[in-house]
Nanobody, 125 residues
Framework: QVQLVESGGGLVQAGGSLRLSCAAS????????RAWFRQAPGKEREFVAA????????YYADSVKGRFTISRDNARTTWYLQLNSLKPEDTAAYYC??????????????????WGQGTQVTVSS
């Protein structure tokens, strides 16, 4: 069993920054893609960013490109999402997710088996 726990959400003014963390515990796996998704009230969950665990390649949604950065720690048990230049439209619950099969379909929710419980990010104008 793998557990993912997010932290780092909060309330911030527009233009501010936050750093989200996702810590994985339980059975470890190496060849995976790890990602962040978000869901605003009344909207569907959407892809934000992903990182491949071995090569460290990164992928971003167009809406966050240049403002958000996904990264991982050297021990490969934790990954992060740095949120800069935040906008009110970034307000959402942010979820980390892991794909242990390395399907390559990094923007598809169906690729991810393990999910965190979510952390709320609220950006005030």
């Amino acid at each position: 069993q793998v557990q993912l726990v997010e932290s780092g959400g909060g309330l911030v003014q527009a233009g501010g920054s936050l750093r989200l963390s996702c810590a994985a515990s339980g059975r470890t796996f190496s060849t995976t893609t790890r990602a962040w998704f978000r869901q605003a009230p009344g909207k569907e969950r959407e892809f934000v960013a992903a990182i491949t665990w071995n090569g460290g390649s990164t992928y971003y949604a167009d809406s966050v490109k240049g403002r958000f950065t996904i990264s991982r720690d050297n021990a490969r048990t934790t990954w992060y999402l740095q949120l800069n230049s935040l906008k009110p439209e970034d307000t959402a619950a942010y979820y980390c997710a892991a794909d242990p099969r390395g399907s390559g379909r990094f923007a598809s929710m169906a690729s991810y088996i393990y999910w965190g419980q979510g952390t709320q990010v609220t950006v005030s104008s």
